[in-house]
């Protein structure tokens, strides 16, 4: 999808400072989609607490579960 935005320079610039990246449209998808996966994890938290498990975590502490 092709879209016009208006983005300070300094923003920019700074971003590319930060990441070496020179690709502006990998910047920005980049950014997007750090943007998302916060966004996912902050609904994954929010979580905390309201999900019921009948988990015994000790169970669980010390083993190699991969």
């Not at 997007?32 to 996966?37: A, F, M, Q, T």
Request: proline share 3%; charged share 35%; aromatic share 2%.
């Amino acid at each position: 999808m092709r879209i016009t935005m208006n983005l300070p320079d300094k923003l920019l610039a700074e971003l590319h400072a930060a990441t070496g990246e020179t690709n502006r449209t990998l910047l920005i998808r980049t950014a997007l989609e750090e943007k998302l996966k916060r966004a996912k994890r902050d609904q994954i938290l929010k979580l905390r607490g309201k999900v019921p498990l009948d988990v015994d975590l000790s169970d669980f502490r010390g083993r190699d579960l991969l």
